[in-house]
């Protein structure tokens, strides 16, 4: 790859006479973006030119030749010389060098364990677009840290109990012969659900008698606990359908019931450091010095919540992998929740460096134009009618462009569902999204780049088009398309 730095001060070099070497030193990667891909910072040659770093940097411009393919413009802001590299030339430039085997592989991560804690949809509910995000940035940070030489732990940290199986265990047991639940398990599931919700709103009693389902699940009852296992494997039928088309993998996969039996040394531990205060009934961790308000710990009812099940799985995962970090990639809409877990967390018995290393990695939300999804109204986008969208109109595409294409349904496969993964990774991570399947499935603009370089991979068709990533980046630029 062309060494820029060099080639930016062999020019400044060329006009000013000073040494190649130390220039090269000086040049810097601005924060901003908008600055340009490198700078160099006059005042640094301020003294032994006995000039204002304006009037240096003012000069270097003038003199310096840019018509050399490789920079495109030279900007001056407040005494420093600010670079931008012919887009066309860094495109090709990065394109070969990620081409390369083994490109950013590296082992700053040795001797390091990181947990990446990623997708965690809960059983019986349909796997939404709404997850998305989190299976897709959790699976990539997962394969980098993997790459940087870190023992790298992938968890699906499953939603697998609640008083929701209570609810179901009722309806499947008033109606369960009526659906089909080899054939298509989570939407029939999903059927019971809302048909057992609107049920206990009429009838008090059937609430009841959900509620009493719940307390036998956690009792160990053979029925309840049977009729929850079959919803959970059918549930991870459906889920590892779509795990397998998106290529990833986990390993471990533990639902939150797994921390059961765990929680009472948790109630133990936050007695023992004297934290845990009664409060209408409940237990909580008052948090209101930290500005966090009150973190229930125990219902009044005596059972676990959320937050316990996930000290359980902190303490858990630090005795078992002994991790130095610990991700949890969860939209923002929880932040509240992880902000109290990792103060809480300050109590429990594991090493400091498990306590320092917990971490949530947020993103926007997931909506609809017409609102936020909702399983109980049905308003949901499934991951896997997405991802079949994208790879039919793939398929259009390839007919429409490369009628001659071998294999065209595995390649269709392969650019479609890459099509999906590389929208959501190039999304600022932060924004909230409003689903459009034109904007997530449009092969224009920046997901056309990943189709080139897939066709470029491939060596199959040599486009002798231009590659251009419209990056962020370049956004503000004139770019040759
Ligand atoms: N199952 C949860 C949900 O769908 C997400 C779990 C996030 N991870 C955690 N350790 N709390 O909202």
Not at 65 to 80: F, L, T, W
Not at 85 to 103: D, F, G, N, P
Not at 143 to 159: A, D, P, V
Not at 378 to 399: F, P, W
Request: net charge positive; with cysteine; charged share 30%.
């Amino acid at each position: 790859m062309i060494n820029f730095k060099q080639e930016i001060a062999k020019q400044i070099a060329k006009v000013t006479n000073l040494d190649e070497k130390e220039l090269e030193s000086y040049i810097e990667t601005p924060k901003d973006v908008k600055n340009g891909d490198y700078a160099f910072p006059c005042f640094r040659l301020a003294k032994e030119l006995k000039k204002a770093p304006m009037q240096i940097a003012s000069e270097i411009k003038e003199k310096i030749e840019i018509d050399n393919g490789i920079i495109e413009k030279i900007e001056v802001i407040s005494g420093y010389l600010n670079f931008y590299i012919q887009k066309e030339c860094l495109t090709k430039e990065v394109l070969q060098e990620i081409q390369k085997a083994e490109y950013g592989k590296s082992n700053i991560g040795k001797g390091k364990t990181v947990l990446v804690e990623y997708s965690s949809p809960n059983i019986a509910k349909p796997f939404h677009i709404g997850h998305l995000r989190t299976t897709v940035i959790g699976a990539a940070l997962y394969r980098i840290y993997k790459y940087l030489g870190y023992n790298t732990i992938g968890i699906n940290h499953l939603g697998d109990y609640g008083t929701q199986f209570g609810k179901l265990i009722e309806g499947y047991k008033r109606w369960g012969a009526e659906y089909n639940l080899e054939e298509n398990p989570i939407e029939e599931l999903v059927k019971i659900y809302v048909r057992i919700n609107e049920l206990c709103k009429e009838d008090e009693t059937v609430l009841e008698a959900c509620r009493e389902n719940f307390r036998l699940l956690e009792q160990n009852d053979p029925y309840c606990v049977d009729l929850w296992k079959r919803f959970k494997a059918l549930s991870l039928k459906e889920f590892q359908r779509i795990y397998d088309m998106l290529g990833i993998k986990f390993d471990s996969v533990i639902g939150e019931a797994f921390y059961i039996d765990k929680m009472d040394k948790i109630y133990e531990l936050l007695e023992k450091a004297n934290v845990l205060k009664e409060s209408e009934g409940a237990k909580i961790v008052d948090l209101e010095e930290q500005g966090l308000g009150a973190c229930i710990i125990q219902k009044s009812n005596g059972s676990s919540i959320y937050v316990t099940r996930d000290l359980a799985a902190i303490r858990y995962r630090a005795q078992t992998y002994d991790f130095d970090k610990c991700l949890y990639v969860v939209a923002y809409e929880q932040a509240l929740h992880f902000k109290q877990l990792f103060e809480v967390a300050k109590y429990l018995d594991i090493p400091e460096k498990c306590k320092k290393g917990l971490r949530h990695v947020q993103f926007g939300m997931t909506r609809l134009s017409t609102g936020k999804m909702s399983t109980r109204e049905g308003n949901v986008i499934k991951i896997e009618d997405l991802l079949t969208e994208a790879i039919h109109r793939v398929e259009k595409v390839i007919q429409e462009k490369n009628p001659d294409m071998t294999n065209q349904e595995e390649e269709a496969k392969k650019i479609g569902i890459g099509a999906v993964i590389f929208n959501n990774l190039a999304n600022t991570i932060i924004k909230d999204q409003v689903f459009d399947w034109d904007q997530v499935l449009n092969f224009q603009g920046e997901t056309r780049t990943i189709y080139s370089i897939y066709l470029r991979k491939n060596k199959k068709y040599i486009r002798k088009s231009r590659i251009c990533a419209k990056s962020r980046r370049n956004k503000n630029r004139n770019i040759t398309r």
